[in-house]
């Protein structure tokens, strides 16, 4: 059987000119609760097609008519509507025009004389494909929607994890910091001492060359440490850099860059760095992200080991080539992570780090990096005193 509930309530543009066959068949087409706008030639059809357009399901059309014929409007209705299905009447000796209409994107021939049952089935498909189109169309449209909002989230959660790790890094620049400005403020007070007390004989010759030999000293150890300071800007500054840049390195390199930054912090927090790097194999990485990925592992380490104030507390980085690729091992021996949440800490916004406000992103933005940016692997396993979070990068990606 089947189902005419489709037509029930569509609206059909039936242009005919034998007003006989037009009034029989729109009967039957009311039959159905099919509304129907009736027309006597192309011209007629089409001018109520441009008033009307948006009201019309289904366009059923003869091929020979004054004015302007079946093909010349449905031409013209296809400038307007590219997909609306259309359904044409034709009589035998005018199969001719067929080749015509393929380009036109016909639904279906109704042969004349009408058979009311093909006209029926014809119409039926015709609506069910408009139908499923537009139900398509707006599941298109809500996924286009889905992605934009998924993609701005996305970015808000860079912009957080970034501000994040803009938090750690005056932390660690801090650290970084201590050592130089205490030595140049040692320097500087040295030489004001051996001033104001007058430790130099002025009068003689070897007095002013003790002096100009101490002043050279401490104004090299003042430069040596300004330069310190430099570099350790330029460091913090390459992190932030937002251009992305694809390198060709070995893992060595950004884990260095890492250490460059984080070291002293962690060593301020009594914790030993342990490298193993053994890994030899040149990876196409954008390094200002691994760099990021590498810390937001390294200060949650750091931050796991403080809170259980861990004797001996370690961070131990291991790399190892694979066939095609490289793998990291960062191990800690802070004591690991409950097994129920093994799993979860790869997703966005958890943290059990409720009184330091943490963000619960430093893990979801790294599994973005390496799993999404660089195709690679990041995952972690509880061993033995603590937990290790393993990176795979391939060579080629
Ligand atoms: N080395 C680790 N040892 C034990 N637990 C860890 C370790 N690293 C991460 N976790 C757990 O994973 C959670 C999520 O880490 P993630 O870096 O995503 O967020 P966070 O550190 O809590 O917040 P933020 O990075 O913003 O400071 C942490 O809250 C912690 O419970
Ligand atoms: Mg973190």
């Given at each position: 059987?089947?189902?005419?509930?489709?037509?029930k309530?569509?609206?059909?543009?039936?242009?005919?000119?034998?007003?006989?066959?037009?009034?029989?068949?729109?009967?039957?087409?009311?039959?159905?609760?099919?509304?129907?706008i009736?027309?006597?030639?192309?011209?007629?059809?089409?001018?109520?097609?441009?008033?009307?357009?948006?009201?019309?399901?289904?366009?059923l059309?003869?091929?020979?008519?004054?004015?302007?014929?079946?093909?010349?409007?449905?031409?013209k209705?296809?400038?307007?509507?590219?997909?609306?299905?259309?359904?044409?009447?034709?009589?035998?000796?005018?199969?001719?025009?067929?080749?015509?209409?393929?380009?036109?994107?016909?639904?279906?021939?109704?042969?004349?004389?009408?058979?009311?049952?093909?006209?029926?089935?014809?119409?039926?498909?015709?609506?069910?494909?408009?139908?499923?189109?537009e139900?398509?169309?707006?599941?298109?449209?809500?996924?286009?929607?889905?992605?934009?909002?998924?993609?701005?989230?996305?970015?808000?959660?860079?912009?957080q994890?970034?501000?994040a790790?803009?938090?750690?890094?005056?932390?660690?620049?801090?650290?970084?910091?201590?050592q130089?400005?205490?030595?140049?403020?040692?320097?500087?007070?040295?030489?004001?001492?051996?001033?104001?007390?007058?430790?130099?004989?002025?009068?003689?010759?070897?007095?002013?060359?003790?002096?100009?030999?101490?002043?050279?000293?401490?104004?090299?150890?003042?430069?040596?440490?300004?330069?310190?300071?430099?570099?350790?800007?330029?460091?913090?500054r390459n992190f932030?850099?937002?251009?992305?840049?694809?390198?060709?390195t070995?893992?060595?390199?950004?884990?260095?860059?890492?250490l460059?930054?984080?070291?002293?912090?962690?060593?301020?927090?009594?914790?030993?760095?342990?490298?193993?790097?053994r890994?030899?194999?040149?990876?196409?990485?954008?390094?200002?992200?691994?760099?990021?990925?590498?810390?937001?592992?390294?200060?949650?380490?750091?931050d796991?080991?403080?809170?259980?104030?861990?004797?001996?507390?370690?961070?131990?980085?291991?790399?190892?080539?694979?066939?095609?690729?490289?793998?990291?091992?960062?191990?800690?021996?802070?004591?690991?992570?409950?097994?129920?949440?093994?799993?979860?800490?790869?997703?966005?916004?958890?943290?059990t780090?409720?009184?330091?406000?943490?963000?619960?992103?430093?893990?979801?933005?790294?599994?973005?990096?390496?799993?999404?940016?660089?195709?690679?692997?990041?995952?972690?396993?509880?061993?033995?005193e603590?937990?290790?979070?393993?990176?795979?990068?391939?060579?080629?990606?």
């Amino acid at each position: 059987m089947i189902d005419t509930k489709i037509l029930k309530n569509i609206t059909v543009l039936y242009a005919e000119d034998e007003l006989i066959l037009q009034e029989g068949i729109s009967e039957t087409l009311n039959l159905f609760e099919i509304n129907v706008i009736c027309v006597k030639n192309g011209q007629e059809g089409l001018s109520v097609f441009k008033s009307s357009h948006k009201k019309i399901d289904l366009i059923l059309t003869d091929i020979k008519m004054p004015k302007l014929d079946g093909i010349g409007m449905i031409e013209k209705i296809r400038e307007i509507d590219k997909n609306i299905p259309i359904i044409i009447t034709t009589a035998h000796q005018e199969t001719n025009f067929l080749m015509q209409s393929i380009e036109l994107d016909i639904s279906a021939y109704v042969l004349k004389p009408i058979d009311i049952y093909k006209l029926e089935a014809s119409l039926i498909k015709a609506i069910e494909s408009k139908v499923l189109r537009e139900e398509l169309i707006q599941k298109n449209k809500k996924l286009e929607i889905e992605i934009q909002k998924n993609e701005e989230k996305q970015k808000i959660m860079e912009t957080q994890s970034r501000f994040a790790a803009m938090g750690e890094m005056i932390n660690m620049i801090a650290h970084q910091w201590r050592q130089p400005l205490a030595s140049i403020g040692t320097a500087s007070y040295n030489l004001k001492y051996k001033l104001l007390s007058e430790k130099f004989d002025l009068e003689t010759k070897e007095g002013r060359a003790e002096q100009s030999n101490f002043f050279s000293k401490k104004l090299d150890e003042i430069e040596f440490y300004v330069q310190n300071l430099t570099t350790t800007i330029d460091d913090f500054r390459n992190f932030f850099k937002t251009d992305k840049v694809f390198v060709n390195t070995r893992i060595e390199n950004p884990i260095r860059n890492t250490l460059k930054i984080i070291q002293k912090d962690l060593e301020s927090n009594n914790i030993d760095v342990i490298l193993n790097l053994r890994s030899q194999n040149q990876i196409n990485i954008y390094e200002n992200e691994i760099v990021h990925v590498i810390i937001n592992i390294l200060k949650n380490a750091q931050d796991k080991l403080s809170e259980k104030k861990i004797e001996n507390a370690k961070i131990e980085i291991t790399t190892l080539d694979l066939e095609d690729g490289i793998k990291i091992d960062i191990y800690d021996n802070g004591g690991g992570i409950e097994k129920e949440n093994l799993d979860i800490i790869f997703e966005p916004y958890f943290s059990t780090k409720k009184e330091k406000n943490g963000t619960g992103i430093g893990l979801y933005m790294s599994k973005i990096i390496v799993e999404k940016n660089h195709q690679g692997k990041i995952y972690a396993t509880n061993i033995s005193e603590g937990i290790c979070f393993s990176i795979i990068l391939y060579c080629m990606i």
